[in-house]
């Protein structure tokens, strides 16, 4: 069975630091990997996935995702933290091949970003 | 594209009511998806349709939910008799079989009073 930890239910960090959003996932084959938001009262956001390649995507907001398959983890990063980037984090993952369809999502991660 | 519509986005019922939520998928999706978010446990996976088809239903909690998809732009999520401890936000997704990501309704928020 396929399963996804994010191990921080919340991570502070303060404006204009990096951040950091930690991702661990378990799948038979290989994986396609999936970043959400969440802003209150709203539904799931996708910002980005890691299908093939590179291994440092790129998604929307500046937000980028390292895979890095021997760790199993996919963790998401930015940069430069914006006070509007708080929000709750979802990580996903699925299989890639027939029958495995269904994306399976950690149990969030709620990130606090301090003026 | 309006994205995935959910409605109605807030219900409150009384315990014991029949309540019924609905989801149009994107147009050319064929996949579709209910999950159930709480804090207790999270996002969880109620039911997957796909070419209108149930899939897996194990996510299912117990006999008083129950899912249709008549056909590929409609999909409804009934709970009768609605209890308490329903309530919870329910989404509904839609995607490609074989694409990747699933996009995602606003939701609807459940109150069972």
């Known amino acids: 069975a396929q399963s996804v930890a994010q191990p921080e239910d919340q991570v502070n960090v303060a404006e204009g630091n990096p951040l950091t959003v930690k991702c661990t996932y378990s799948v038979s084959g290989n994986p396609y990997l999936f970043w959400y938001v969440q802003y209150p009262n709203r539904g799931l956001q996708f910002l980005l996935k890691y299908i093939t390649g590179d291994n440092l995507v790129k998604g929307s907001y500046g937000f980028e995702a390292e895979f890095n398959k021997s760790q199993t983890s996919f963790h998401l990063k930015k940069p430069s933290a914006l006070v509007s980037d708080s929000a709750l984090y979802f990580c996903a993952v699925r299989g890639s091949s027939g029958g495995s369809y269904i994306p399976t999502f950690g149990r969030g991660t709620s990130l606090i970003v301090h003026p | 594209d309006a994205g995935v519509i959910q409605s109605p986005r807030h219900e409150v019922t009384e315990m014991g009511q029949e309540v019924t939520l609905r989801c149009k998928p994107i147009s050319g999706h064929n996949s579709l998806f209910w999950y159930r978010q709480t804090m207790m446990r999270g996002l969880e996976l109620l039911i997957y349709?796909?070419?209108?088809?149930?899939?897996?239903d194990s996510g299912m909690p117990e006999d008083r939910f129950s899912a249709k998809m008549p056909n590929a732009s409609f999909s409804t999520l009934k709970i009768q008799p609605s209890e308490p401890r329903d309530s919870a936000v329910y989404f509904c997704?839609?995607?490609?079989?074989?694409?990747?990501?699933?996009?995602f309704g606003q939701g609807t928020r459940l109150t069972v009073v």
């Open positions: 349709f796909n070419n209108n088809v149930p899939i897996d």
């Open positions: 997704a839609s995607t490609l079989t074989g694409g990747t990501e699933a996009f």
